[in-house]
T-cell receptor, first 116, second 112 residues
Framework: DAGVIQSPRHEVTEMGQEVTLRCKPISGHNSLFWYRQTMMRGLELLIYFNNNVPIDDSGMPEDRFSAKMPNASFSTLKIQPSEPRDSAVYFC??????????????FGPGTRLTVL | DQQVKQNSPSLSVQEGRISILNCDYTNSMFDYFLWYKKYPAEGPTFLISISSIKDKNEDGRFTVFLNKSAKHLSLHIVPSQPGDSAVYFCAAAPNSGYALNFGKGTSLLVTP
């Protein structure tokens, strides 16, 4: 299996622009997570889906952030409009509890976002 | 509010010695605890886990100890190798299906 795939790996944009991050989870996994990593806050959960349904979006910082999972093999995280403080590494992870140990999440390589 | 805390941002250990990484948590509802390892420019990878019904879990050179009364867990790496140099994240969850709460990580450097 190719693992969790994220694109792009790097994104540099200007303040005010729309940014879309993409994720393809591991086939067969039914839970998908979006995390953001910053120096100040570490690795924080933004939102997670179970069977394509958003379960907990309490970590989404504000209305500028939105996430969708139209099918089991694809998810997007959109920031509109982007701001410099959104600069971070965004990780997508997927899991299927019971297959490989409880709640073991498999992470993608991340997208490094820089907003100028 | 950080429910999982790793109070040591960094740790340096000589090759062959033991590395001990510590983690504290505040939520008594946490039942499952995991350690992840992260290399630069890569996503975290799962290392080892423990459930609250155990106080120790061992996998090769890696052992995780859980002290529920103290709300504390630790990861022991014996013997430490230069390839173990990475950032280690402690994570916890209350129940199956819940997302993980991560600590901020401890950067381990193993020197030859």
């Amino acid at each position: 299996d190719a693992g969790v795939i994220q694109s792009p790996r790097h994104e540099v944009t200007e303040m005010g622009q729309e940014v879309t991050l993409r994720c393809k989870p591991i086939s067969g996994h039914n839970s998908l997570f979006w995390y953001r990593q910053t120096m100040m806050r570490g690795l924080e959960l933004l939102i997670y889906f179970n069977n394509n349904v958003p379960i907990d979006d309490s970590g989404m910082p504000e209305d500028r952030f939105s996430a969708k999972m139209p099918n089991a093999s694809f998810s997007t995280l959109k920031i509109q409009p982007s701001e410099p403080r959104d600069s971070a590494v965004y990780f997508c992870a997927s899991s299927s509890p019971g297959l490989a140990g409880y709640n073991e999440q498999f992470f993608g390589p991340g997208t490094r976002l820089t907003v100028l | 509010d950080q429910q999982v805390k790793q109070n040591s941002p960094s740790l340096s250990v000589q090759e062959g010695r033991i590395s001990i990484l510590n983690c504290d948590y505040t939520n008594s509802m946490f039942d499952y605890f995991l350690w992840y390892k992260k290399y630069p420019a890569e996503g975290p990878t799962f290392l080892i886990s423990i459930s609250s019904i155990k106080d120790k879990n061992e996998d090769g050179r890696f052992t995780v100890f859980l002290n529920k009364s103290a709300k504390h867990l630790s990861l022991h790496i014996v013997p430490s190798q230069p390839g173990d140099s990475a950032v280690y994240f402690c994570a916890a969850a209350p129940n199956s299906g819940y997302a993980l709460n991560f600590g901020k990580g401890t950067s381990l450097l193993v020197t030859p």
